[in-house]
Structure formats: structure tokens, C-alpha cells
């Protein structure tokens, strides 16, 4: 496995072609001045012994000395030793909907950027309890499966949008399925689904879903976000500027509104509890503190436990060219006096 120690450093590598541009800028402006100051037949007349094939040689020596001292500054690792650690928690399935419905801004900024930064408020909580995220609409994908990386799971989080499942709908019973299949039963752990919707427009056997997950003894709870009173979906432009609200084919204004009846079935049959979302309180929060008065169960996961430095490999030779840099001077040798008229740079 291989990884960087310091992966900020690698933000350097961007100065690298801001380098070679003003090089560029630098010697165009030189050229001009001396075409200026003097015919091009008096160019070897004035600087007999100035090499130009030996500038861009320093130039191409420094700037890959930049990038591999950067590289080597950033320590980039590898993993030499993978064994399984043992671990105790409980799993926990996060269930989130990222139908069209979940744009409305009733929940500010919006009931899906609400609902992720909730997601990873709770995932920077978490000690030892493997987490897993699926993402649904009109039909459920497994975005995250379950796992004690929490950095990884962060990333995965992030990337989630209301384009990450392009069928439309609302299909709470297939993610619940999608689920409970997904689940490690052989760890003997507590197991724990959080459903996060609207409830809006939801699509297959519920009953079913709910009934099948208990069977394996797992707990639901629902989150719900939106008003009951309804509010309209915004529609943007590719700039992200709104333009208006999404209508109807009779050109009426398309409401969307909570329908926590289904979610409060969907927690009472699941052995959990519903909390109702809005702007102020932080209701993982409150279920993180359910979780964590559950029974941590003990299981092992393989995890890399030792890393080996390898910056050296990038160390040496960016000082090696850093070196003969130095000693490469801008002055003609016959060499790169060849080199220039070949090149058709004198």
C-alpha cells in the first residue's frame, strides 16, 4: 500500500509551471532587449561564449530538482506489513436519499448538504465502529461499504450529489434490502441502518423491507428533513445561479414536502426511533449517543500497521542534478557550440 506521509507538500508542484512561464517571459524579454540593442549579427560579437542550449538544459536540471524534492518532502510511504487487528464497535449502514426532492432549501443550505454535513460530523465521532454509506432514489447503490477508514469514508461522502443515482424516485425499501445483504453477519456485531429522506414518493414494500431486516436483528432509524407544509424545488443554471422553481407539465409549481408518517412506521417496526431534522439541532448527534450506549462487539479487519519511509529515493538524485547544475556553467564548450548550430540557436 502506498500513501504520502505529508500529501499537503504536494500543493507546490502547482509553482512548477508558474516557474517555467516566467523563464519563458523572462527570456523572450531578453531576446527583445538585445535585438533592440544590436543587429542579430552582432549577437556572437557581444556575447562570444553565452550558451543558450546550456540555459535550457539548467532550466529543465532545477525544475525537475523542484518536483523531486517536493515529491520527497510529501515522504511518500509504503506499506510492508498487513495484518488484522482487532477491534471492537458496532456497524452502522447510513441510508441517504439523493432524489431531486432533497434540493429543497427548507433544511438550509439544502436538505442533502444538511443531511452530509451531519453524516460527517458523525463520522469524525466515531472510535472503532465500522461505518458503510448508500446512496438512493430511484434505485440504491452502495456509495461506501462498511469500514473504519474514516478519511476514505469522508472523501466518498463528499462526492455525493443528486446526480450520483440517475433514476428518480424515492426507493427506501430497496436501500433497506441493499443493507441488510450488505452487512458482515459472520463479525457478530450490533448492526444499525439510519435512513436519511424525505419520505417523499416512496417506492416498494416497505413492510417487507422492514420485516426481512428485523429478522436479522437489525435497528432502523429514520431522520426526516423537510417541512409538511411543502416548499418548491429551486432550479439553477450551469453557473449555480437560481433561475427559478421547478413546475409541472401544466406549468404549475412542483411542492415537495416530509412525509414522516412512512418514517415513523419505517422506526417503530425497526426496533428504533424517528427524530425529525430541521436547521438547528443536530440530530445524528443524538443517535451517535443511542449508538454508543450499544454493546461494542470485538472484530478483526486488516489494516496496514507498518509504512517505510522512501523520500530517499526522490532526495538523491534531485540533489545530484542540483549539483551538476552547479557545475554546469552558461558558458560555450565545443560540445554545445555543435548543439547551438544544430538547433539554429546561434
Do not use: C
Amino acid at each position: 500500500m502506498f500513501r504520502f506521509a505529508h500529501p499537503e507538500y504536494l500543493h507546490a508542484l502547482y509553482a512548477l509551471p508558474v516557474i517555467i512561464i516566467l523563464f519563458f517571459l523572462l527570456f523572450n524579454k531578453q531576446k527583445k532587449n538585445l535585438k533592440t540593442f544590436a543587429n542579430a549579427s552582432m549577437h556572437n560579437v557581444l556575447l562570444p561564449m553565452h550558451s543558450k542550449v546550456k540555459s535550457w538544459i539548467k532550466l529543465i536540471l532545477v525544475t525537475v530538482s523542484l518536483l523531486l524534492l517536493i515529491v520527497a518532502a510529501a515522504n511518500p510511504q509504503v506499506g510492508t506489513k498487513l495484518e488484522e487487528v482487532k477491534q471492537t464497535g458496532i456497524d452502522v449502514f447510513i441510508l441517504l436519499d439523493v432524489s431531486l426532492s432533497m434540493s429543497a432549501e427548507d433544511i438550509k443550505p439544502n436538505r442533502l448538504e444538511k443531511a452530509k454535513y451531519q453524516i460527517s460530523n458523525l463520522i469524525n465521532k466515531l472510535r472503532g465502529d465500522r461505518i458503510g454509506l448508500i446512496i438512493f432514489s430511484g434505485d440504491a447503490y452502495v456509495q461506501i461499504p462498511l469500514t473504519t477508514d474514516y478519511s476514505a469514508a469522508s472523501l466518498f461522502l463528499s462526492a455525493v450529489d443528486f446526480k450520483s443515482v440517475p433514476q428518480p424516485g424515492t426507493a427506501i425499501a430497496t436501500a433497506i434490502n441493499l443493507a441488510a445483504k450488505s452487512f458482515d453477519y459472520k463479525a457478530g456485531t450490533q448492526k444499525v441502518i439510519i435512513v436519511i429522506t424525505d419520505g417523499e414518493d416512496h417506492e416498494g414494500n416497505i413492510t417487507e423491507a422492514i420485516n426481512d431486516a428485523v429478522a436479522k436483528d437489525l435497528k432502523i432509524f429514520t431522520i426526516g428533513l423537510g417541512s409538511q407544509d411543502g416548499v418548491p424545488l429551486p432550479v439553477y443554471n450551469s453557473q449555480g445561479q437560481a433561475i427559478g422553481f421547478k413546475k409541472d407539465r401544466d406549468g404549475n409549481t412542483v411542492l415537495t414536502k416530509l412525509n414522516d408518517s412512512i418514517l415513523k412506521e419505517i422506526a417503530s417496526k425497526g426496533n428504533g426511533k424517528y427524530y425529525r431534522g430541521n436547521n438547528y439541532e443536530d440530530y445524528l448527534d443524538q443517535i451517535f449517543k443511542e449508538l454508543s450506549s450499544f454493546e461494542k462487539t470485538e472484530f478483526g479487519t486488516k489494516k496496514v500497521t507498518d509504512y517505510e519511509d522512501r523520500f530517499y529515493y526522490f532526495l538523491v538524485p534531485a540533489i545530484f542534478l542540483l549539483i551538476l547544475d552547479f557545475f554546469i556553467s552558461e558558458t560555450k564548450s565545443k560540445l554545445f557550440s555543435r548543439l547551438n548550430r544544430k538547433l539554429g540557436l546561434e
